[in-house]
């Protein structure tokens, strides 16, 4: 069955560091996601991509942050200036549809730890 | 936006006995209401789901319910089992296409 596969599983940086968390999203899916989950909190939407174009994001998602897809399966996470409270698990999800009708499939998260 | 509420937070339930979790949502143009299990340390996984055109949903031992017009829907287990134990999460689609999420039930399913 395909998934959505995400590298690294485990990132630990420095403070003021940047960092990309890699994702590939379901090969036949055409909107990709970027949700962040805080330890012991839920699951927070980040940013929505399509047609080669962020097409929502959230208050979270702010200068620091950005998304390419810089090939025709790489879909990646960039954290210009991590700081500590970027510690997280980050999933990234795609939805063969989007919208209304297609559910998201996640990837197993890349966790980032933040010192 | 959407604003999904969740309750209860933690639930403690007997093996063999049910178990139910709320969620209510803000957006009254949100059609779409996944439920996703995760386990510790691994990614949300759906379990089911409902669209806004249907009033309940059944997969074996796991049923949601919607109600519109309250703007509510609701997980049952029945015959809970030790595999259960998980944190669940409820979620909306609204109208701006964007999923989300409640803060979680933590349920324990006791042997």
């Known amino acids: 069955e395909p998934e959505v596969t995400q590298t690294p599983s485990h990132q630990v940086t420095q403070m003021g560091q940047e960092v990309i968390l890699r994702c590939v999203p379901i090969?036949?899916?055409?909107?990709f996601y970027w949700y962040r989950q805080i330890l012991g909190q839920k699951v927070e939407f980040l940013v929505s991509?399509?047609?080669?174009?962020?097409?929502?994001k959230s208050e979270i998602f702010d200068d620091q942050f950005s998304v390419e897809r810089p090939d025709g399966s790489n879909f990646t996470l960039k954290i210009r200036s991590t700081k500590l409270e970027d510690s997280a698990m980050y999933f990234c999800?795609?939805?063969?549809?989007?919208?209304?009708?297609?559910?998201?499939?996640f990837g197993e998260g890349s966790r980032l730890t933040v010192l | 936006g959407e604003n999904v509420e969740q309750h209860p937070s933690t639930l403690s339930v007997q093996e063999g006995d049910s178990a139910v979790i709320k969620c209510t949502y803000s957006?009254?143009?949100?059609?779409?209401f996944p439920w996703y299990k995760q386990e510790l340390g691994k990614r949300p996984q759906l379990i089911i789901d409902?669209?806004?055109?249907?009033g309940e949903k059944k997969d074996q031992r796991i049923a949601v319910t919607l109600n519109k017009t309250a703007k509510h829907f609701s997980l049952h287990i029945t015959e809970t089992q030790p595999e259960d134990s998980a944190v669940y999460f409820c979620?909306?689609?609204?109208?701006?296409?964007?999923?989300?999420f409640g803060a979680g039930t933590t349920v324990t399913v006791r042997a």
């Open positions: 957006d009254s143009a949100s059609n779409y």
């Open positions: 090969s036949n899916h055409l909107y």
């Open positions: 991509f399509y047609n080669n174009e962020i097409s929502e």
């Open positions: 999800a795609s939805s063969r549809t989007g919208g209304r009708l297609g559910e998201l499939f």
């Open positions: 409902i669209r806004s055109n249907v």
């Open positions: 979620a909306a689609l609204g109208d701006d296409y964007k999923l989300s």
